[in-house]
């Protein structure tokens, strides 16, 4: 698959260069939620050196501080063009993980799908997605982690939401660097999504947003 410049400068790393390709893009009109899905690209090509061991966290770290700055330009123009809000999604990477890598492009992306995102931030206590699920009213909750130790976490973090009678109200969506299925169905969550692009497909279905 061929990438763009963008994607590629993303993906090398390459912080003034992708800053320079949006602002250039920008002034010959492109759409900003074009240059976002080449940002998004990106993104996805660091993604994959990582899981090949060709990256590590510092990397991966330093790829969301680009994707942040590099998307700032864009966000007026995304605001002005996002549709209507369909749903809200709960989102936070649970309690004893301190990651917010992953989160944060998920919070980006959902966000430009029309989705509002009630972000919560790292290392959320249990009841903090209980309150914030009836404080919003949210449909969706989105909870994420890169550390195996916290899969129990997860999973008493559903339980609280169960205990609460809010279980049947809202789509539990997971992902994070070593979720998979067999994760999915240890903790109780309804969708393993193993990119922020799954997680919005899920989303949306749920919503019934085509």
């Known amino acids: 698959m061929s990438h763009s410049p963008l994607a590629l400068a993303v993906g090398d790393l390459e912080e003034d260069k992708a800053i320079t390709l949006v602002l250039d893009k920008l002034a010959k009109g492109e759409p900003a939620l074009a240059i976002l899905e080449e940002l998004q690209a990106g993104m996805a090509i660091v993604g994959q050196r990582f899981e090949e061991c060709e990256y590590y966290l510092s990397e991966l770290i330093y790829s969301a501080d680009i994707f942040k700055k590099a998307g700032a330009p864009l966000q007026d123009e995304l605001a002005r063009c996002a549709p209507k809000s369909f749903g809200t999604l709960v989102l936070g990477t649970v309690k004893?993980?301190?990651?917010?890598?992953?989160?944060?492009?998920?919070?980006?992306?959902?966000?430009?799908?029309?989705?509002?995102?009630?972000?919560?931030?790292?290392?959320?206590?249990?009841?903090?997605?209980?309150?914030?699920?009836?404080?919003?009213?949210?449909?969706?909750?989105?909870?994420?982690?890169?550390?195996?130790?916290?899969?129990?976490?997860?999973?008493?973090?559903?339980?609280?939401?169960?205990d609460a009678g809010l279980r049947d109200q809202v789509t539990i969506l997971i992902g994070g660097g070593p979720v998979d299925e067999a994760t999915r169905d240890y903790v109780g969550a309804d969708h393993y999504c193993r990119t922020a692009q799954d997680g919005v497909a899920a989303a949306k279905q749920v919503l019934g947003v085509s």
């Open 96 to 162: 004893n993980d301190i990651h917010d890598f992953g989160k944060d492009i998920v919070a980006t992306v959902m966000s430009s799908n029309g989705i509002k995102v009630v972000d919560l931030g790292v290392n959320v206590e249990h009841q903090a997605f209980v309150d914030a699920i009836k404080e919003s009213g949210a449909t969706l909750v989105g909870m994420s982690c890169l550390l195996t130790t916290v899969f129990d976490d997860m999973k008493a973090a559903i339980q609280a939401i169960k």
